[in-house]
């Protein structure tokens, strides 16, 4: 009859759903592949990752095999306000996992990948003009975190390295660039990436303090 007839499509339908459903949940992508880390940019090797899985959501099994540095703004739980950390094994050793979001709020991280050659220990390659030490220092990240009174600013920094600046709590935030241009930042998780070489300054333009984290990936010297 025309009722088992519809009866069965719509069946068929829901079991082609599922199996595309199953078939998704399998597939393995490269970390900057996920489409829930979303590569946001690129300078030759590096990359930035915008990572970001809504409350009951789960990646998609993906590969780490390269050393990762993490801005965490916030869990699913709590805001981070930048808290950083690296891992560097998967140089050595791969992983391949899949990570899930309970909630009830939205989980996400700036994420930089370095799939370089580590570099040495030394303080050869750090920024001049910064008045911080690193917060995190290893053969391939380096990490300040830098708070700004209001109408405070930064030294002119140099960076032989390139370099991204991320707001991690509220306000409003300049990042100079040589040429006089300057990127605005106005929400936790906005960034400016600043090409190796760059000079600039941070300011902090709003009425409330404002923390930046000024990350590096690391790279060998030619």
């Known amino acids: 009859s025309l009722t088992i007839v519809i009866a069965v499509a719509a069946l068929s339908t829901s079991n082609a759903a599922a199996a595309d459903e199953q078939n998704e949940m399998l597939r393995t992508e490269n970390v900057d592949d996920e489409p829930r880390q979303r590569t946001v940019h690129r300078d030759g090797n590096i990359r930035l990752l915008d990572v970001q899985i809504n409350p009951g959501d789960t990646s998609l099994p993906h590969i780490h095999n390269f050393a990762i540095m993490y801005t965490y703004i916030s869990t699913g739980k709590e805001p981070l306000y930048g808290r950083v950390n690296s891992n560097t094994d ?44 690193p917060t995190l220092e290893n053969p391939w ?26 707001q991690v709590t509220d306000g409003t935030v300049h990042v100079s660039r040589a040429d006089g241009v300057l990127a605005e930042l106005t929400e936790i998780a906005h960034w400016a990436w600043r090409d190796a070489g760059s000079s600039y300054q941070v300011s902090n333009v709003g009425t409330t303090a404002v923390t930046v984290v000024i990350n590096e990936p690391r790279r060998q010297s030619n």
């Open 90 to 133: 998967y140089v050595t050793e791969s992983l391949t996992h899949r990570v899930t979001n309970e909630g009830p709020n939205l989980f996400r991280i700036i994420a930089m990948g370095n799939p370089g050659p580590a570099v040495p220990d030394s303080v050869m390659d750090r920024p001049r003009g910064m008045a911080a030490e």
């Open 141 to 166: 990240f380096r990490s300040y975190r830098v708070e700004l009174a209001p109408g405070e600013s930064t030294d002119l920094q140099v960076h032989i390295n390139p370099s991204v600046v991320v």
